[in-house]
């Protein structure tokens, strides 16, 4: 399969012409800001970034639109810290504008995103962004106030979570070092734009960190694929994954290659389309209370192996499609064609972490620097059981409730930590 054409396909399918993407296309911001007004909040990193930014504003002003305030707002802290949001959410308020262009990776475009929606509601139901965390309640309150939200629009520029894609947002406390999710399609932005050679400006470890993220949300979404999604997930899967087993090392040897820049940047735009198929599960859920340690995609990749032998009853389809891609790419040894049940979970998860390895990921928890067991298992435990991330525990291929929490996820943390297989329990 020529996994760039199809992803190309895939993608456009999808998104139809609310997505310009690809090499090249990052002059088309303005044209595109400027069918929803003369004003714009143009929200960015203005240090590493800078040149990103500039060109946006450029555009901008080629097109007629107005930076209100007269500059660029500074985005948002890695995780999108609540703080950030509230910050956003007073421009928003103060200077009106027609739409909100993000330029940033999944942090800022999230926190963008729960700004406008904040500042849209915050007078009527709440100012706390507590209050939208969960799935569906934004569009509630939309309904139920007839207030609208300030048009985002989404100007990627780190192959990693496909927050310009989808109706998630991660909003970080950062005292209690822990993640919560808006889940909601009222949020989604109006339009995206993903110029590809963008991420070449991006530093390799974040690249890496969005490679690992496609893997978790392709992987994650197809494992607990029912019915009618089972088959699109399925397609998704082994483009995204094909993209990255394929191309992830070619940018580690030339960090300035562009196709595999683009192979990577449609890899993780195909994990923003599995999240809207379908849900993330363990993996995402245990990342949650990682935040103040390690990216978002590493976290969701180290979990993933491990989570893997808890599904492996439930998911032996997947794991047979998923391990011919790390078996064709030298990373299983075994024939996985005659394995079945744990065993072959065992080795499709051995492979995994082979491939992991073989990029400079971490593939325990130990191996994260500022890891505490004392802290993060815990702190993990209790995440799983907090009403507000429920949904994650209920796409389990597996399922879980708070209840079996203690018991059998536990097992799967402490394998994370040990690097130990055996450690975990099945239901």
Known sequence: MDYIARSYELLKEWKKDAYTFGVGCLDKVGGIAAGYGKKALLVSNTTYMKAVADEVAASLAAAGVELVGGKIAPDAKPNAPREDVYRLTTYVLQFKPDCIVAVGGGSTIDACKAASML????????????????????????????????????????????????????????????????????????????????????PLSVTIDGALDAIAHTFEVFCGAKGDAYDKAKEIAECAIGLVTTYAKDIIKNPGDIKAREAIGLATDLGGYAIMVGGTSGPHLTSFSLVDIVGHGTACGLMNPYYMVFYSKAIQNQLKVVGKIFKDHGYIKEDISKLEGRALALAVASGMIAFEKSIGAPTTLSDIKGFKKEVHVPRALKAAKDPDLKMKLQNMPVAMTADDVDEFMAPILEAAVTGDLSLIKEM
């Open 119 to 202: 500042a849209s509601l915050g007078s009527v139901v709440s100012p706390e962004v507590d209050e939208y965390f969960g799935t569906g309640k934004v569009t509630e309150y939309i309904k139920a106030t007839g207030k609208k939200m300030t048009p985002v629009v989404a100007v990627e520029t780190s192959a990693s979570s496909g927050a310009h894609l989808t109706k998630y947002s991660n909003i970080t406390d950062p005292v209690a070092g822990q993640k919560k999710l808006i889940v909601d399609p009222a949020i989604i932005p109006e339009h995206s734009i993903f110029d590809y050679k963008v991420t070449c400006s991006m």
